[in-house]
Nanobody
Framework: QVQLVESGGGLVQAGGSLRLSCAAS????????MGWFRRAPGKERQFVAS???????FYADSVKGRFTISRDNARNTVYLQMNSLKPEDTAVYYC?????????????WGQGTQVTVSS
């Protein structure tokens, strides 16, 4: 079992930056794929980015080139650096941990942190 706690959300103007953190406890995350998802009001949860245990990354087209996912296994923490933020990025952001080969089964989820981008 893994417990995940997100932090770093807040209010930022369009064009600004935020860095989200996801602190894990209970188990090391070194063998897990880690991901970030978001949910805007009235919409389904949307995939944002993922990073495999080996370090490979994958991004949704909507954030590619603006967001960067990274991990620090020694600190049991995953990050999402968000640059050039747009109002459309406003959402609750969740981190997740999972395992898989081609597809990842996201088994563990954090409580979310609010990101609001104003125009």
């Amino acid at each position: 079992q893994v417990q995940l706690v997100e932090s770093g959300g807040g209010l930022v103007q369009a064009g600004g930056s935020l860095r989200l953190s996801c602190a894990a406890s209970g188990r090391t995350i070194s063998t897990y794929a880690m991901g970030w998802f978001r949910r805007a009001p009235g919409k389904e949860r949307q995939f944002v980015a993922s990073i495999r245990s080996g370090g490979s990354t994958f991004y949704a087209d909507s954030v590619k080139g603006r967001f960067t996912i990274s991990r620090d296994n020694a600190r049991n923490t995953v990050y999402l650096q968000m640059n050039s933020l747009k109002p459309e990025d406003t959402a609750v952001y969740y981190c997740a941990a999972g395992i898989g080969t081609i597809l990842i089964q996201w088994n563990y989820w954090g409580q979310g942190t609010q990101v609001t981008v104003s125009s």
